[in-house]
């Protein structure tokens, strides 16, 4: 940070400002400095970056992200109580933190953080997977986004064809993004200890989707095909309302086959020609 000012201990900011993690907003606040650190790293060079951030709780991982040399920061915080927390920190770093007090499910991030972007986030995981969808609707307004999510989440979003964890997340998320799984957190690195393992994701967005396809013809399909998983996808394909064989035929693809053995590029190919069929 650019200020000679002091931060207090992370620890001091919640006992002051009450700032008992509340299980209905999903908070599980961060403070060890080198997990924040490596979480802020792994975001890649921030200096001439905008870096969005949701649910900054304390702010541990914002000092991390101020530390790294973010040239702004936009922390998108629901809590009023930790927006006022939060106050110390732009002291401490003038012209380059902006709190936003709103639900990170409603805000328009575009119009908060200019270009370039990036959203370095340890998501609520009440919220985490609605907000990728979001951020997912064009994903190309953000160079990357460094993202914490429960480790079966992040796991399906990562997932290979072939197993139970791939799915319709799977697709979305690797049709217009790199996927990449970095480290895992045990429950003893949050207060309080959540559940479950966390896993931070590093999500890069393609110039463009990496097949050619429909978007909401590619939500259309998948919704149908893992909607019965354990069908032949001359069974489960049966929802759409066309004959299965009119586009499994077209694609390619054997109607014997079950959603979690296709490839993202053979769910397109199933896509394009759904789009095809409808059109006629």
Known sequence: MTSDMALP???????????????????????????????????????????????????????????????????????????????????????????????????????????????VANLPYNIATELLLKWLQAPTRFECMVLMFQKEVARRIAASPGGREFGRLSVKAQWLCRCELLFDLRPGAFTPPPKVSSTVLRLTPYKKPLFDADVQALEVVTAAGFGQRRKMLRSALKRLGVPPESILEPAGIDPTRRAETLEVEEWCKLARAYSAHILG
Do not use: M, N, W, Y
């Open 9 to 119: 201990p992370l620890a001091d900011v919640i006992r002051r400002h009450d700032l008992a993690p509340r299980k209905s907003l999903g908070q599980h606040f961060l403070l060890d400095p080198g997990v924040t650190d490596r979480i802020a790293a792994s975001a890649g060079d921030l200096s001439a970056t905008t870096v969005i951030e949701v649910g900054p709780g304390p702010g541990g991982l914002t000092r991390s992200l101020l530390d790294a040399g973010a040239a702004h920061v936009v922390a998108i915080e629901k809590d009023r109580r930790c927006v006022g927390a939060l106050q110390e920190l732009v002291t401490a770093a003038p012209g380059r933190l902006t709190i936003e007090e709103a639900d990170a499910l409603r805000a328009d991030e575009i119009a908060l953080a200019p270009e370039p972007r990036k959203i």
